[in-house]
């Protein structure tokens, strides 16, 4: 059973059932909507036990403290700056440590876009902690859930409250793929970002940061979906579609500047990607 007696300055908003089965019958919260969500600060005692699991995902974002979570019946350290996600229908009990109680902020989520999101996210629940990289923005989108929810539970809010949770499930995803400061991938793509308009290859690129080649190539296919040398590709098209939208500046000696000796090359790689010469992209509407 769960024990919840409140917490000192809690928020908690919780989405009529009813409400919430009419918002998974209507376009777009049928995809995604928010039925419960909260804020506990310094959470004393906190405990929930649902042997069953419940219908919702549920997302906790722990921002101070620690806690404990068994999901699934393996035991789970839960610490600051990270996120507990918890599939729909999974075994859990969760709570704050006595020693360090957590500060948490959470939703609760339904819909038929949820399985896509918590894979993209890497999340199951043999595996339900993930590092929240940017704290502050996490914990400004579920604040800025439950003050949604807290207005009212209108079908225009609750799509507001979606919308959000929406950016806050894919900004984790986003943090997952990115690399971590000082680790290879990052130093690669730092060296890659300062010099994009020179010829890099791979080995050299791996060798600099202490990888293998085919390490490396992974953790940019994984980060960017693309290869090494498709990311210094994308670098250099984003310089060129810079200069070409903020200046007058030929298109042969932009060429040079992002790395093609080539002026002819470079329009005809331009082109492959924006289905455009650089010119015609040049003369483009894009008020």
């Known amino acids: 059973m769960p024990i919840q007696e409140g917490f000192r300055d809690q928020r908690l908003s919780v ?58 019946g393996t035991q789970h350290r839960i610490g600051s700056n990270t996120a507990l996600v918890i599939p729909g229908g999974t075994p859990h009990a969760y709570g704050s440590s006595e020693g360090s109680p957590w500060t948490i902020w959470w939703c609760h989520l339904r819909g038929s876009d949820l399985p896509e999101l918590i894979a993209e996210m890497g999340v199951s629940a043999a595996k339900p902690v993930v590092p929240i990289r940017h704290i502050e923005r996490a914990v400004a989108l579920l604040d800025e859930i439950v003050a949604t929810l807290e207005r009212n539970h209108a079908p225009a809010s609750l799509i507001g409250a979606a919308g959000t949770a929406w950016k806050l499930l894919t900004q984790i995803v986003i943090d997952r793929s990115l690399p971590s400061p000082g680790d290879p991938l990052q130093r690669a793509m730092a060296y890659l970002s300062e010099r994009y308009d020179s010829t890099v290859r791979v080995s050299d690129l791996a060798a600099l940061v202490g990888v293998s080649p085919s390490h490396l190539s992974a953790q940019f296919r994984r980060a960017t979906g693309g290869g090494v040398l498709a990311h210094q590709t994308a670098l250099r098209m984003a310089r060129a579609r810079q200069l070409l939208d903020t200046t007058n500046v030929p298109i042969n000696e932009i060429a040079r500047e992002v790395g093609y000796d080539d002026p002819f090359y470079f329009s005809r790689h331009f082109r492959r990607l924006h289905e455009a010469s650089p010119t015609e992209y040049r003369e483009r509407d894009k008020g």
């Open 15 to 72: 989405v009529p059932r009813r409400t919430v089965v009419e918002a998974l019958a209507r376009p777009v919260t049928r995809r995604l909507v928010v039925t419960d969500g909260g804020h506990y600060p310094h959470a004393v005692d906190h405990l929930m036990q649902r042997p069953a699991g419940i219908d919702e995902t549920i997302v906790i974002v722990c921002v101070s403290g620690t806690g404990w979570a068994n999901i699934a």
